[in-house]
């Protein structure tokens, strides 16, 4: 529900103090020499941040890309909540945006991915009649 969306400003807002406090020397001090109180100062400076893009923003290597995909999610949220799109259309996109970034790849292609997945439908419902007939 598009009234369920937090404050996409605010969230933005709040993905840049984020970097910024994480990027302070004494902040990355403080992480290696006494992580529970880092813990405590992020949960405390932070609280309406998600968890999971706490971690994803935390993940220096692969900074750049995590927050091109959570700004990726902030503008289909945006999206939504000016009702430019539903939140079923946007999260059908965004499932198959990553589908083509992780999955289909693994399996040569959107089209091998649905040809393995009949193939193991195939196979799991033989192996459930010859189950059922050996009853």
């Given at each position: 529900?598009?009234?369920?969306?937090?404050?996409?400003?605010?969230?933005?807002?709040?993905?840049?103090?984020?970097?910024?406090?994480?990027?302070?020397?004494?902040?990355?001090?403080?992480?290696?020499?006494?992580?529970?109180?880092?813990?405590?100062?992020?949960?405390?400076?932070?609280?309406?941040?998600?968890?999971?893009?706490?971690?994803?923003?935390?993940?220096?290597?692969?900074?750049?890309?995590?927050?091109?995909?959570?700004?990726?999610?902030?503008?289909?949220?945006?999206?939504?909540?000016?009702?430019?799109?539903?939140?079923?259309?946007?999260?059908?996109e965004f499932v198959e945006k990553r589908a083509e970034e992780y999955l289909y790849p693994a399996f040569g292609g959107k089209d091998n991915f649905y040809k393995?997945?009949?193939?193991?439908?195939?196979?799991?419902?033989?192996?459930?009649?010859?189950?059922?007939?050996?009853?």
């Amino acid at each position: 529900m598009a009234e369920n969306i937090p404050d996409l400003e605010k969230l933005t807002n709040d993905l840049l103090n984020f970097i910024e406090f994480y990027d302070k020397p004494e902040t990355q001090k403080t992480k290696e020499t006494n992580v529970g109180y880092y813990n405590y100062l992020i949960n405390d400076k932070f609280k309406n941040l998600p968890f999971p893009m706490i971690r994803l923003l935390e993940d220096q290597k692969n900074r750049k890309e995590n927050l091109a995909k959570i700004i990726e999610m902030i503008n289909i949220l945006k999206n939504v909540k000016s009702g430019q799109t539903s939140l079923e259309n946007a999260e059908n996109e965004f499932v198959e945006k990553r589908a083509e970034e992780y999955l289909y790849p693994a399996f040569g292609g959107k089209d091998n991915f649905y040809k393995v997945a009949e193939e193991n439908k195939l196979k799991n419902n033989n192996k459930k009649v010859s189950t059922k007939s050996k009853k």
